[in-house]
């Protein structure tokens, strides 16, 4: 038994219609896990065949728009972080506030503490490891923050050529832009190995952001691509998993992707997908928490 998460950056669910890439841009494999509908505002807090679509409360009642920094800080532990430091922080958790909290109850060493078996899939760049000292630095992630406090080890280039690990881009194609010798590989390809390396824990972490980046960049064509790939992606992972004993959550953070107008973030509710064993239970402990701080909790409780 395994939860596959996969944590989307800035997706939100805005209304059906032209301004919104995930009316306009085919998603099949999303579309077939939703009846037929799109990954909309309409489309959300119902029981499909094969899944259950929730939308959840970004904006923590808190004013101004979600940002990255208490959106994940909040998924990964748990704990309203916009509540705590009165407002939304964008990019990096830079406050020590949100640090000392991914250190004491982020989502990867509160699971070892009870015994399971967890993993971060996203691979690194060689300059990281260059870099890396062992220490926390206020560039970094609340993903990388949680698996650094954690005490797991980082995925880099040997993991990512042994198909051990999957590039943030989920393709290759930006590693082999900077000039890095990996092979591109298809949205199919790193989903079967995504799938593959879950079978050896019990709880493994992806994350994808280049959703975010299209979304600030506010360009149609980059929004499509990255729709689309991610699109093949999760239904592969969705084929290749095994629906009987692994729970398979795609989350976001806040916001962006969906609103083709502007490149801010947006106060939009953000998706929560679940596929596989006990999404139905996990979907109705979601229902009494719709909002970021629900994920943490609900894993728990599908833990048992």
Known sequence: MAVIFIFVDGVGLAPQGKGNPFSVVPTPNLSSLLDGNKLVREAADHAYAHSCLLALDATLGVEGLPQSATGQTTLFTGINAASLLGFHLRGFPTNDLLGEL???????????????????????????????????????????????????????????????????????????????????????????????????????????????????KCNHGEKEKVIRIFDAFLGEVVQTMDWQNDLLLMVSDHGNLECSLIKTHTLNPVPALLVGRGSEKVAGFLQKNKDLTGIFPALEAWFG
């Open 102 to 216: 991914l250190k004491k109850r982020g989502i990867f060493r509160h699971f070892l503490d009870r015994g399971l078996r967890c993993t971060f899939a996203n691979a690194y760049r060689p300059d990281f490891f260059r870099c890396f000292t062992g220490a926390a630095q206020r560039s970094y992630s609340c993903t990388t923050l949680i698996n650094l406090y954690a005490g797991l080890p980082f995925r880099g280039p040997e993991e990512l050529l042994a198909g051990r690990a999957v590039y943030m881009d989920i393709t290759n194609e930006i590693l082999r832009s900077l000039g890095y010798a990996f092979p591109l590989i298809t949205p199919h390809m790193a989903a079967k190995r995504l799938v593959a390396l879950s079978r050896e824990y019990d709880f493994i972490l992806y994350e994808y952001f280049l959703t975010d980046v299209a979304g600030h």
